[in-house]
């Protein structure tokens, strides 16, 4: 079946322009996560969803940075006013439920390649 | 607070070689135990997990992972490298007692490089 699929592929902003990156995750799993991938920093956790839940919003590195997902699927990264430090690769998730222990693997899209000129 | 680290950055091997990438875990509770890899411009993709029973853990193409509490580790193996193995390999760690707690915190990354 149809993994995550994350778009656009590769976005080049000017600083100071907002972007949105988007994820559609794989059907029926109810939890999204948002990481991202830049060198010297590894892999950063920045946001996650589990269906109707308050999303976990700890790793979101400022209030520049926001997430949203309609309808417990699609999801956007909505990043404000872009920095030359925001260029990353962002890596979007998704999962079955992980609520109650549960510890299922998350299957990652290809990500989005931002380059902030 | 939940960590892994993975203290080589690169390993190399020859093909047909064993290869083994390390990976050393710090949590509280329970650890959740996860192996990645990543290909060139690609995603992760997932290739076994740790939740609890049998300390040595079968995934995807051939690897295997063995778990010991004592030593807080939890190395990818694999008995027979294939040059088509050569990739950047995570390792990650959720903390498995609470369940609020949902994220992965990975390692920095080991690339391995499998020579002809």
């Known amino acids: 079946g149809a993994g995550v699929s994350q778009s656009p592929s590769n976005k080049v902003t000017e600083k100071g322009k907002d972007v949105e990156l988007r994820c559609d995750p794989i059907s029926g799993h109810t939890a999204l996560y948002w990481y991202r991938q830049s060198l010297g920093q590894g892999l950063e956790f920045l946001i996650y969803?589990?269906?109707?839940?308050?999303?976990?919003k700890s790793g979101l590195p400022s209030d520049r940075f926001s997430a949203e997902r309609t309808g417990g699927s699609v999801s956007t990264l909505t990043i404000q006013r872009t920095q030359q430090e925001d260029s990353a690769v962002y890596l979007c998730?998704?999962?079955?439920?992980?609520?109650?222990?549960?510890?299922?693997?998350?299957?990652f899209g290809p990500g989005t390649r931002l380059t902030v000129t | 607070a939940q960590s892994v680290a993975q203290p080589e950055d690169q390993v190399n091997v020859a093909e047909g070689n064993p290869l083994t990438v390390k990976c050393t875990y710090s949590?509280?509770?329970?650890?959740?135990l996860f192996w990645y890899v990543q290909y060139p411009n690609r995603g992760l993709q997932f290739l076994l997990k740790y939740i609890t029973g049998d300390n040595l853990v079968k995934g995807s193409y051939g690897f295997e992972a063995e778990f010991n509490k004592s030593q807080t580790s939890f190395h990818l193996k694999k008995p027979s490298a294939l040059v088509s193995d050569s990739a950047l390999y995570f390792c990650?760690?959720?903390?498995?007692?609470?369940?609020?707690?949902?994220?992965?915190?990975f390692g920095t990354g080991t690339r391995l490089l499998v020579s002809p």
């Open positions: 990650a760690v959720r903390d498995g007692l609470r369940t609020g707690f949902q994220k992965l915190v």
């Open positions: 969803f589990q269906g109707n839940s308050a999303p976990d």
């Open positions: 998730a998704s999962s079955l439920d992980q609520s109650g222990g549960r510890a299922y693997e998350q299957y």
């Open positions: 949590v509280s509770g329970n650890p959740y």
